[in-house]
């Protein structure tokens, strides 16, 4: 869809509803719409008030999460048509915010930062660790959040805040319980989420527990949007017969056949009021099956499949922490959280005829020390701020297996450094807003400053046989904001703007990786050498906050300075080496490139009539870098095409009804990254046609006890692949939910 017809429906829409406002008496439901008064946990640690917020921020709540009925959280946030996400596999989904992904994008649960030193810088799939039956609400913080949140929030923060068990006057015990069950069509996959609350006066419990189990995903079948209308489809799949690795024809080429994966993940969460304090104990679990790495299970090499197995297995993600929050007295009020998060990822992966399996694991454990506090100097005056403390422990292992004999033995061949790797960081931070003229002139500013070590250690047998057994970095990050909203003439118009510093700190992925960037084009090796990414970020915008209208639009532009590419590096005097039977250049990591992203948005939510609401967004990025004064400007990976959202939304007391199109622009074969991170390979042709979907839902609360949810997804079950992903698209898809409450 072009940019032209969608400004000139917004328009068309915003001048309808300001004729409305003048000729009828103004409705008072505007439950569906944003408000300035809504408090938002993301703009500052301990939470704001939207009027007090500079920056554009988008809210996604339970309910909202309810009626999307989708299959993991980042499936959740490619719906809003704000967030862009990126798949490898569909055990996957790497959101994209500004430009940036991965590691340049913080996830943050309940508080406590979820990325950890081996976040990567290519694509993720953490997210889909975090159950989004058990959210509250998750808020996405477009921009620079460094001041807030520390290291890795150069594009943005993703803010996911869990249900809080809820006390009653009452006898402790049972409260509520829930049961939800799902079915999508376009992957058999069924979901099944249990909760229940036990409460009383002085306790308060929650508990939940969903099981996903996902089928081989269906492409679309009809070829719109592209002239390579056999690009996608799966017609050889790799399978063993008499101990021989063999090319399996599938029966259906538009089942994607080797994507299919399980997952459990489990929520609770204690609170108890001793006093004034209110003490939470929070526990997540989540454990999924081996998860294919369906990209790398499609790669051919000499008219052959190139792997045979390519599996994420284990991808465990645990998460415990302590919370105490000491109330608001004399206009102070204080929190304190402990935490500690283990995750393990391994990496199963054999060429195509060799006998030989590489089992690669590596184990974090993070510990996290957060205070916060809150401070009303006077009702005009609000300070936020706190310290951070941060710990990694890294430990990477490897083992090879012989799939004939069973055999296992020992490896070197690990992804991070074999005698393990730590980092610390700590922080002070402070906010402060100051209210000029409430709900009218707000001026809000902050600092930042962190201090961060990084250790690893390589054993002198290390599988590259490096000339070193140490890498170590330090550093010292100061950064700031400062920001204005001022209201304009215009009744519920505000004038927005922001100047943001963000950085974000090497970690041990990036320090200690060995990594095939590019299958048999690119070996990623260690750099012991390297400094902090760092960015200024600007942003311009428009607010328009009344009754029956919530507008948003604004544009920005991010310098990026020290930006970490790889570029050819020697290895023992030669630019290849030989890694996993084949000869690879060899890349190091380095903070040779400077860069920038610029980009504008535009998002609108109308109360067109009582009942009816329209929304619309449209996001368009632009990015370059280059690695020298004399080297010209290159297209930055992750920037993805043009994208975004139009729809239309009924409400009522029993009904909640929705059409929408998610839609987007193009993205040409010399727009991509030279750096091989956009995955040109998997796209048909080279580059990834403008797309869009038809997608319909519905939610009928048939009772106190009972409601039911339909959906149907891609209508017209069209055949595309969303940008820099390595799997195609869900087809047509059915979707069936049900909720039964106690």
């Known amino acids: ?191 099944s989420n249990v909760n229940l609350g036990l409460s009383g006066k002085k306790v308060a419990w929650i508990f939940s527990s969903t099981s996903s189990d996902f089928s081989d995903l269906r492409m679309g079948q009809q070829h719109h949007f592209s002239r390579w209308d056999t690009f996608g489809l799966r017609k050889y799949y790799a399978g063993r017969i008499n101990n021989r ?159 004939n004999s069973g055999e296992i033995t020992g490896s070197k061949n690990t992804r991070y450094a074999d005698g393990g790797a730590n980092t610390m960081s700590s922080a002070l931070f402070a906010n402060a807003i100051y209210v000029i003229r409430p709900n009218d002139f707000i001026l809000e500013g902050g600092v930042r400053l962190t201090h961060y070590q990084l250790k690893a250690n390589f054993t002198a047998d290390n599988f590259l046989k490096l000339p070193y057994q140490t890498a170590e970095i330090s550093s010292l990050a100061p950064v700031y904001n400062i920001g204005l909203s001022k209201k304009m003439d215009w009744d519920g118009l505000f004038f927005k703007a922001s100047l943001a510093a963000g950085f974000r700190n090497p970690n041990v992925d990036d320090m200690t990786k060995l990594f095939e960037s590019v299958p048999g084009g690119k070996l990623v090796i260690p750099n012991k050498e390297l400094k902090p990414e760092r960015t200024r970020t600007l942003d311009l915008g428009f607010r328009l906050d009344r009754q029956k209208i919530h507008l948003e639009m604004g544009g920005y532009y991010t310098r990026i300075t020290q930006l970490l590419i790889d570029a050819p590096g020697i290895y023992n005097g030669d630019d290849s080496f030989d890694f996993d039977g084949q000869r690879t250049p060899v890349f190091q990591m380095g903070n040779s490139a400077l860069g920038y992203v610029t980009g504008g948005y535009f998002a609108a939510k109308i109360q067109l009539v009582d009942g009816l609401f329209m929304d619309a967004n449209y996001n368009s990025t632009f990015g370059r870098y280059k690695s020298g004064e004399k080297e010209l400007w290159a297209p930055i990976d992750h920037i993805a095409p043009d994208h975004g959202r139009l729809g239309l939304r009924w409400s009522s007391k029993e009904w909640q009804c929705e059409a929408f199109m998610l839609f987007n622009g193009r993205k040409i074969r010399r727009e991509y990254s030279p750096s091989g991170e956009d995955n040109a390979q998997y796209a048909p042709g080279g580059q990834t046609p403008a797309w869009q979907t038809y997608n319909a839902r519905a939610s009928w609360q048939v009772s106190k006890n009972f409601a039911a949810s339909f959906a149907v997804e891609n209508l017209l079950d069209l055949n595309y692949r969303v940008f820099a992903s390595g799997i195609s698209a869900s087809g047509r898809n059915l979707v069936a939910s049900v909720k039964v409450s106690f």
């Open 245 to 403: 690795d063999t090319m399996l024809l599938n029966d259906n080429p538009y089942i994607q056949q080797g994507s299919a994966y399980t997952q459990n993940d489990v929520f609770t969460k204690l609170s108890v009021k001793t006093g004034n304090l209110l003490h939470t104990l929070n526990a997540q679990l989540s454990r999924t099956g081996a998860v294919p790495r369906y990209d790398r299970l499609t790669d051919m090499s000499a008219g052959k499949l190139r792997f045979a197995t390519w599996d994420y297995v284990p991808q465990n993600r645990d998460f415990f922490s302590y919370s105490l929050l000491v109330p608001k007295k004399d206009g102070l009020s204080h929190r304190l959280i402990l935490s500690q998060q283990n995750t393990e990822v391994g990496r199963v992966t054999r060429r195509f005829g060799n006998v030989s399996e590489l089992t690669q694991l590596d184990k974090v454990g993070m510990t996290t020390v957060n205070y916060d506090f809150s401070y009303n100097v006077k009702p005009a005056i609000q300070i936020q701020g706190g310290a951070e403390w941060v710990a990694n422990k890294v430990q990477s292992s490897a083992t090879t297996r012989n799939v």
């Open 1 to 191: 869809m072009k940019k032209q017809s969608l400004l000139i429906a917004a328009i068309f829409a915003i001048t309808a509803i300001n004729a409305q406002n003048e000729q009828k008496k103004i409705n008072n439901d505007t439950t569906e719409l944003e408000s300035m008064d809504e408090i938002l946990v993301s703009s500052q640690r301990f939470g704001s008030s939207r009027a007090n917020t500079t920056r554009q921020i988008e809210v996604i709540s339970a309910k909202q999460m309810q009626l999307a009925q989708q299959g993991t959280l980042a499936d959740v946030l490619s719906q809003t048509g704000q967030v862009f996400v990126q798949k490898s596999q569909l055990g996957g989904g790497s959101p994209v915010l500004r430009g940036f992904e991965s590691s340049r994008v913080l996830l943050v649960v309940d508080g406590v930062r979820m990325n950890n030193a081996t976040y990567r810088a290519g694509h993720l799939q953490d997210i889909i660790t975090v159950d989004q039956f058990m959210l509250d609400r998750t808020e996405v913080f477009f921009g620079s959040g460094s001041t807030q949140f520390g290291s890795d929030a150069l594009g943005g923060v993703v803010y996911m805040k869990t249900r809080d068990p809820k006390f009653r006057d009452a006898k402790f015990g049972f409260a509520n319980a829930n049961a939800n069950f799902r079915y999508h069509s376009a992957t058999s996959a069924a979901i």
